[in-house]
């Protein structure tokens, strides 16, 4: 079956770093969706994307969907303790069945 | 609009015993998910619905899993003899097909399940 898979596990950044984490999937994706969630919290949506190749950006936070539809990364420039939190990545693949990575933990230090 | 709400948050089991957890949706969402989530993972997909009709369920469910939602509004999760390896969050997402659809998955808080 699809399997979604993140790297990395876990990331520790001092405060003002830039991170990035990616999010590969053993089938082609018919769109990709970012989540993040906070601890204690649940999944809350940040975006979607949809085309080969498609770039979005929200303030720091760059996404961007691979050429074959099989990968995707979220860059966060700058980092801000408010950053803090696990990244989820949640693809689907011909039918609305969304499988979630694996997630990528980020700890900011002040 | 008061968000996905599930119920119970918390529910304390002995091995064996029967559970059911709810969920309501946001009003005139006609997708509704349920995800399992263990400590460190990403959510696992169980099932979803597209109004009263049950789309997908994972193959990874046992039979003692099942999930309904009778009208097309709430949900219901039941689990029968339950397993210690049950432990887990139990998560509930809605969503609004096809109209204005952005895709976002709006979750609920999640009901805790521990199996003694």
């Known amino acids: 079956g699809q399997q979604v898979m993140q790297i990395p596990q876990y990331q520790h950044v001092q405060e003002g770093e830039d991170f990035t984490t990616y999010c590969n999937s053993s089938t082609t994706l018919s769109n990709i969706q970012w989540y993040k969630q906070r601890p204690g919290g649940h999944p809350v949506f940040l975006i979607q994307l949809v085309k080969s190749g498609e770039v979005k950006k929200q303030k720091r936070l760059t996404f961007q969907f691979g050429e074959a539809k099989k990968n995707s990364s979220l860059h966060i420039t700058a980092t801000q303790t408010t950053d803090v939190g696990t990244y989820f990545c949640?693809?689907?693949?011909?039918?609305?069945?969304?499988?979630f990575g694996t997630g990528t933990r980020l700890k900011v230090l002040a | 609009d008061t968000g996905v709400s599930q119920n119970p948050r918390h529910k304390i089991t002995k091995r064996g015993q029967n559970v059911t957890f709810r969920c309501d949706p946001i009003?005139?969402?006609?997708?509704l998910y349920w995800y399992r989530q263990t400590l460190g993972q990403g959510p696992e997909f169980l099932t979803y619905?597209?109004?009263?009709?049950?789309?997908?369920k994972s193959r990874l469910l046992s039979d003692r899993f099942s999930a309904e939602r009778p009208k097309g509004s709430f949900s219901t999760l039941e689990i029968q003899r339950t397993e210690q390896g049950d432990s887990a969050m139990y998560l509930c997402?809605?969503?609004?097909?096809?109209?204005?659809?952005?895709?976002?998955?709006?979750f609920g808080e999640g009901s805790r399940l521990t199996v003694l």
């Open positions: 997402a809605s969503s609004s097909f096809p109209g204005g659809w952005t895709g976002e998955l709006f």
């Open positions: 619905f597209q109004n009263e009709a049950q789309l997908e």
């Open positions: 009003s005139e969402h006609n997708r």
């Open positions: 949640a693809g689907t693949s011909g039918t609305y069945k969304y499988i």
